[in-house]
């Protein structure tokens, strides 16, 4: 009795940490269940964001500075106004967008909530030409608009309140049966369980990034149909293979195909920018 009492504190329990803010994923409309706030969350990232910067060097390269300064904000000033007119404008309080290109010569960018991005001079010779940079750039932004971050740490969260009342009970019933004492091994395979769902979730947030990204690059003007050469551009760069199954990302070719069966949906939300034509400045002679 005394057992099945435990099963069912530890049952209530499990049930509370799944209460929490529903988030709807713009686009995709997928919902998620976040245990942090948006106020919890940015302030956890802007601190980290500035540890980060005070460590960082940028880039000494002020044309590719401006580029990635403006490609972001363009991307950024699309997103806002996709946000406004769907019924997300709240969400726009919590982006203050800060774009900044850092020495590095990793082909990589990341994301912080909040739309603290940052590129790696490495990803440019990759990128090419300013709509592949549109592609990433977008990519980065999407895990921003999309809490990616809170639902990794909102997962994280109930997995260890799952693991530590697991592991209660289930020591507790071994040690009625006079089994010992085997919460270690049960804290072990917990966690190496834990560790193969959050692979899987990434690559899942992964997917959904690439399919927002190319829609926010379309969105801003940029052709989407440049992220299958960009990508596979990306996969030619790679120095090795990693199995899908032990990576965070989708494998190259997945993530490729993807793109490309999503491709008739980006393109509705693509209006080419037209260049207005150059002035001429000549100047004909008058007769005398």
Same mark, same amino acid.
Do not use: H, N, P
């Given at each position: 009795m005394k057992t099945v009492k435990t099963l069912l504190i530890a049952l209530l329990a499990l049930l509370a940490t799944g209460c929490g803010t529903t988030n709807t994923v713009p686009i995709t409309g997928r919902q998620t269940q976040l245990l942090v706030d948006d106020a919890q969350i940015l302030s956890l990232s802007s601190q980290q964001y500035q540890e980060y910067m005070k460590g960082a060097k940028l880039s000494a390269n002020q044309n590719n500075t401006a580029l990635v300064k403006r490609v972001g904000q363009r991307l950024? @000033?699309?997103?806002?106004?996709?946000l406004k007119n769907n019924g997300y404008e709240?969400?726009?309080k919590n982006f203050q967008w800060e774009f900044n290109l850092v020495a590095n010569n990793q082909a990589n960018a990341f994301c912080m909530p909040g739309g603290k991005i940052v590129v790696y001079e490495g990803m440019l010779p990759v990128t090419q030409d300013e709509a592949s940079l549109a592609i990433v750039l977008g990519h980065e932004i999407a895990h921003a608009v999309a809490k990616h971050s809170a639902e990794q740490l909102s997962k994280q969260m109930r997995q260890q309140y799952a693991a530590q009342i697991g592991g209660t009970v289930l020591n507790q019933v071994a040690q009625a049966k006079g089994l010992g004492n085997y919460s270690s091994?049960?804290?072990m395979a917990a966690q190496?369980?834990?560790n193969f769902l959050n692979l899987k979730y990434s690559r899942d947030n992964e997917t959904e990034a690439d399919h927002l990204g190319l829609i926010f690059a379309a969105m801003a003007g940029y052709d989407p149909q440049v992220a299958v050469a960009f990508w596979?551009?990306?996969a030619q760069s790679s120095q090795g293979?990693?199995?899908e199954l032990f990576s965070d990302h989708p494998s190259d070719e997945k993530r490729i195909a993807a793109l490309q069966k999503l491709m008739p949906e980006a393109l509705?939300?693509? @209006?080419p920018q037209t260049t207005p034509a150059p002035k001429n400045n000549t100047t004909s002679k008058k007769k005398k």
């Open positions: 950024a @000033t699309a997103v806002e106004t996709y709240s969400e726009l091994l049960i804290d190496m369980g834990f596979q551009r990306m293979k990693t199995m509705k939300y693509y @209006t």
